[in-house]
């Protein structure tokens, strides 16, 4: 597999390629990317045949979009990249009009990236976060508008309910209006919890899961130790997750810091990683290269968002799509990170015969990817 094995995103006619070139860390500070270095990353990632870059208008205070449009400009390229984009996030303090899903607010952020990345439509438009204040029907309206003003083609959720995403995706083609095609969500071997709603809902809408930090904060690539336990904050305590809690001195917008905390360094999760170590040297990769490939290949994951502060870093995630595992080795991984079977997931768990007096079973199951 190379990153010009395009796959469609969700029910879509949209191509994209397997890897999504991350941009949170153009212009972040301290472990971010400065202009002429983001600018070597993202020609390093065209240059190897990637179609797909996802940023946001709150990273970098905006800095993400800026640069990335002046890359696509100087390339001249536009015609051959799918722009993806998001707002929810507060842009500034002091007003709740500059953050939430409401109409004003979508709005507001459309306009103001398509501007930033000085482009007239953007391909993928993703709302950041679930206010958990707006009506669904005012954001299917706003965003239903965006879609006939030709300022976005598709549109999608990140970091909301499995359900609130169905019902908009429900509404939406209950009335013959533009329906979601994708959804964004964090995925990789320690934080599976998307296996429990939203890759199922994705299946039954038709809509891609595009995963961001397939590498766990970079817990995954094996550079923590059991040492970082001791630094953890309290157990079940969620310190800045996916910029909840800005950084200090961020003015609320999101710059790139770990999103994460200390929140993963929990001995469950070292045992996902001492699992993925040994098969990493099984097969002889990196073990970031394994973690990146299984998310990959996962049913229902149509792209998964890779970051680099260096373009080596960018090349070393490429070369994971050509890892295949063995079936003791899948079977290893899918067991080692498999979410809690919580109530009432534990029931599904039964075999399906039991239901059915019985006898065997074969449901129909379509795929998407």
Do not use: C
């Amino acid at each position: 597999m190379t990153l010009t094995t395009y796959r469609t995103l969700g029910r879509s006619g949209l191509t994209v390629s397997p890897l999504a070139l991350g941009t949170m860390t153009f212009g972040a500070g301290r472990w971010g990317a400065d202009e002429a270095t983001a600018r070597v990353i993202f020609d390093t990632y065209i240059e190897a045949g990637g179609n797909f870059a996802d940023t946001a208008d709150v990273y970098s205070g905006g800095q993400s979009e800026e640069m990335l449009g002046r890359f696509i400009a100087e390339r001249g390229n536009r015609d051959r990249m799918v722009i993806a984009t998001k707002s929810g996030f507060p842009r500034s303090e002091g007003t709740p009009l500059a953050g939430g899903n409401s109409a004003r607010n979508i709005r507001d952020g459309i306009e103001g990236s398509l501007g930033r990345l000085g482009t007239d439509f953007i391909d993928m438009y993703w709302t950041h976060v679930w206010d958990r204040t707006t009506p669904p029907e005012e954001v299917l309206r706003a965003l239903t508008d965006a879609v006939r003003r030709g300022d976005i083609l598709y549109y999608g959720f990140s970091n909301a309910p499995a359900w609130y995403a169905a019902q908009i995706a429900t509404l939406a083609r209950a009335h013959g209006l533009p329906e979601p095609i994708g959804l964004q969500y964090s995925y990789s071997l320690i934080d599976r919890g998307v296996e429990l709603e939203v890759i199922p809902a994705g299946h039954a809408l038709g809509l891609g899961l595009v995963a961001w930090s397939p590498l766990a904060a970079g817990m995954l690539t094996g550079k923590y130790g059991r040492d970082k336990i001791s630094e953890a904050g309290p157990a079940g305590s969620l310190p800045n997750r996916a910029g909840d809690a800005a950084p200090s001195g961020s003015n609320g917008r999101l710059n790139g810091d770990n999103p994460f905390g200390g929140m993963l360094f929990t001995e469950k999760n070292f045992g996902v990683v001492d699992v993925l170590r040994v098969i990493a040297a099984e097969i002889g990769r990196p073990m970031a290269q394994v973690a990146l490939a299984w998310v990959a290949a996962r049913g229902g994951v149509a792209s998964v968002l890779v970051g680099a502060s260096r373009p080596e870093q960018l090349l070393e995630n490429i070369a994971a799509l050509d890892i295949v595992f063995s079936t003791d080795q899948q079977a290893r991984l899918d067991a080692v990170g498999a979410p809690p079977m919580l109530n009432p997931y534990f029931i599904f768990a039964l075999p399906r015969a039991r239901i059915f007096g019985g006898q065997a079973i074969e449901p129909w199951a379509p795929t998407f990817v």
